[in-house]
């Protein structure tokens, strides 16, 4: 596996891409387009949140057919909470891209991100489309990248190269994120493109089990979206042998497909809103992989242990009371735990290394935190970031 | 019932308290006792937090006796996370002090706050019992409501009065919050004196009933503290007709005490840590008592919602996206949900009440979130505070 060089979406066979500004933001791109050659197969994840906007109902329902051609995405309103008229509003725009690329509407997808409960601009993005298709490329991915962009401080694209049979398979992504990124759902929007040839039960698995492994491993603030999709087009120009859903390529193109995504993911958590650190707490010997996900998420979304870490504040003690809140079996005497590789607390008694010592460790840019709750064979690791007054800052503002 | 202006611990009959500054803190009162003349009925509430304090877990074991005489308390650190040596000081402590008091060790209770993982600077506690013992007066309640304190603004204390078969019975309670108060267990430190003749039972009771309405409907950030405490003591000196735990007095009583609770809840909300506004969030009409709970807690934790208010920011469509994350149920199109008394969701679709309309209401210092679930017969109200960049700052630097 090569990661490539200033690779993007585009960087697959076949994908072309444009996007621009058609005014939901001021002088912003807010619009892009996502576009393969040939019909694609597909699958998505999405948000497991209850109110879900009307482009995730829309994109559950088309890829029933496990197949798509194109993405339409806006950034700056989430066409959420808008009801009948914002599902109208979404149909509408899918059958008029699908007309003007002359595809079936099922071959269309649509994502959006941004305020909730306002009606999207429909004329805006109408109007825009015919311009969207004509100045569809090659090399403007960067393009795309910055328009699904919200509270992000940078765009978050990756490729990377593998090969299967002897052929050359190229697997790309673009995503947003910044807030409102958690565990059991966890992501943003992320499109991943790939000209590999796979059958349709073999990209769904690849996918759940990487998103499951990266997306799902990530929390800014403990907040799941309405929004949050990933979603994968896989046009097989690569002409690969064909993947089915096990097998040496399968376990190949799935571990490429989780690196992928795990960057992407760690992007996000760099670049969450207001971060100044990227937090890891890794959970080991829990009693079940539900219990070490539970654990690891209580302490990860935290309030007290993110404003800790921001601080550089070695008051650890945070650490077991937040663990403790978790749902899940442990004995107090029989817990490790360690910050930044030093243990603070095992025993049942605190081990008290020098704030000398970890004050300097804390100042590092990324702080590990390690539970050892001596209990079971299992273990999870998530990816989380410092509360900063910043971040509370941006979520002050913006409307 | 009538609250008895300037009412305190020491209002109830055969009260006596001290506080003075054992060095925990420089220069701030920090260690705390209060006594009751004779033996009292003596009920407690306590953290669910799996990781328990010493203080918490000697007063467990005490309370199996229904009675207790005094309550020892210190700020600026909690005894917890400390092992063997932590539980073994807090029983020092407990058998230094009933033995001054010429009290078995189990009518002594204690409690601590502070620091999580220090040990505690036990000859400094040790050396002031004597003082602390000397120095019990009937006017001395001032000085226990500061000793208690970590990062509250100001000390928290009221008394009220009631009848009971013509006899005046005073409940009266000095409590201390500011960070880490969550529904489910919620509170922080809470010490109850009451003169009312009771039984057991009916204290258990009443206790457990005006906390669940009161302390347990409260949230600042999530957290649920090792070290949370309700206590009370009743030591009969009223005289009135022993209260069970049913019938026309129990009722009364446990009304007084509700309002006595939850008065000091909401002071506990309004000096929550860096909070400009309490936010009330109400449920209604939902399909379980459970569901209320888990509905206005994910409404009442979440980051954006509580950021939003903090902004006074009309962006309403956070209220929906943290409901959407309850596990709970409900339709879309059935929900109604209301920000400061106007709707700005109902079938499905945005009210859009105008901006101009919400701003201004929002500039209110208590903010009202209703959602009608329109799923059932059961309710739940819980006060949680905004979310500040002070917040951040106070738990950034504490340690």
Do not use: H, W
């Given at each position: 596996?090569?990661?490539?060089?200033?690779?993007?979406?585009?960087?697959?066979?076949?994908?072309?891409?444009?996007?621009?500004?058609?005014?939901?933001?001021?002088?912003?791109?807010?619009?892009a387009l996502i576009y393969s050659i040939t019909q694609a197969r597909a699958a998505g994840v999405f948000t497991t949140n209850r109110i879900k906007a009307a482009p995730v109902k829309i994109d559950i329902k088309s890829l029933k057919q496990n197949k798509a051609q194109a993405i339409i995405v806006n950034s700056g309103n989430a066409n959420c909470c808008t009801g009948k008229t914002g599902y109208a509003d979404a149909q509408k725009i899918v059958r008029v891209l699908a007309k003007d690329l002359d595809l079936k509407p099922n071959d269309v997808l649509i994502a959006s991100t941004g305020v909730i409960g306002k009606y999207l601009p429909l004329n805006k993005i109408l109007n825009n489309i015919p311009g969207l298709v004509k100045g569809l490329g090659f090399n403007k991915a960067d393009k795309t990248a910055l328009a699904i962009m919200t509270t992000d401080t940078y765009p978050k694209q990756l490729a990377v190269e593998i090969k299967l049979n002897g052929k050359k398979v190229t697997i790309a992504a673009v995503a947003k994120g910044a807030g409102m990124i958690c565990p059991n759902m966890a992501t943003m929007l992320c499109f991943i493109t790939t000209d590999v040839h796979i059958s349709s039960a073999g990209l769904k698995a690849a996918l759940a089990e990487a998103v499951d492994d990266s997306f799902n491993c990530i929390s800014v603030d403990g907040q799941m979206s309405t929004n949050d999709t990933v979603i994968i087009l896989a046009n097989g120009l690569a002409l690969?042998?064909?993947?089915?859903?096990?097998?040496?390529?399968?376990?190949?193109?799935?571990?490429?497909?989780?690196?992928?995504?795990?960057?992407?993911?760690?992007?996000?958590?760099?670049?969450?809103?207001?971060?100044?650190?990227?937090?890891?707490?890794?959970?080991?010997?829990?009693?079940?992989?539900?219990?070490?996900?539970?654990?690891?998420?209580a302490i990860a979304n935290s309030a007290l242990v993110k404003t800790m870490i921001a601080g550089e504040n070695p008051n650890w003690g945070r650490i077991p009371a937040s663990l403790g809140q978790a749902d899940i079996s442990f004995k107090e005497e029989k817990i490790k735990i360690s910050l930044q590789k030093k243990v603070v607390y095992q025993n049942a008694k605190p081990v008290l290394p020098d704030k000398d010592v970890l004050i300097p460790l804390l100042k590092k840019k990324q702080v590990n935190i390690d539970v050892d709750l001596n209990n079971g064979d299992y273990s999870h690791t998530v990816w989380t970031a410092d509360l900063t007054a910043e971040y509370v800052r941006i979520n002050t503002e913006y409307s």
């Open positions: 596996m090569k990661p490539l060089k200033q690779g993007n979406i585009t960087s697959p066979l076949g994908f072309k891409t444009n996007a621009l500004c058609c005014g939901i933001k001021r002088k912003k791109q807010d619009l690969n042998k064909q993947i089915k859903n096990k097998g040496k390529e399968y376990r190949v193109f799935t571990k490429a497909l989780k690196f992928l995504c795990l960057q992407l993911a760690k992007m996000i958590i760099e670049d969450a809103e207001g971060a100044t650190k990227m937090i890891q707490v890794s959970i080991t010997r829990a009693r079940s992989k539900k219990e070490a996900k539970q654990a690891a998420g």
